[in-house]
């Protein structure tokens, strides 16, 4: 298990604010997929793309065990995503309709 330096609440969400302000400095698909390889194991990238191409599927509204034929992710994954997709913070949902708009104009 990992050690991990003592953050209070205060120090984590800042840390986390940060990293968000480093993403919104990026301004292309390039300089994103620089910064996530810097800073993702190849592992942790790999889950995120999973959970990204899980959402385009869940809103074709193909059926769990159709989506883990398809792309290997583990049905509780796909469960996961899709609780978040309908009743997360509506990131999922948000980029979503933003990358529909962007490849619809």
Do not use: N
């Amino acid at each position: 298990m990992k050690i991990h330096r003592p953050l209070s609440p205060r120090q984590e969400a800042q840390a986390e604010k940060a990293l968000y302000q480093a993403i919104l400095t990026l301004r292309s698909a390039d300089e994103c997929r620089a910064f996530f390889r810097d800073l993702c194991t190849p592992a942790e990238l790999q889950a995120l793309a999973d959970r990204w191409a899980v959402v385009e599927l869940l809103r074709q509204d193909l059926p769990y065990r159709e989506i883990h034929k398809l792309t290997g992710v583990s049905v509780t994954t796909i469960g996961r995503v899709a609780r978040y997709l309908l009743a997360g913070h509506g990131g999922y949902a948000l980029a979503a309709h933003r990358t529909t708009e962007d490849t619809d104009g």
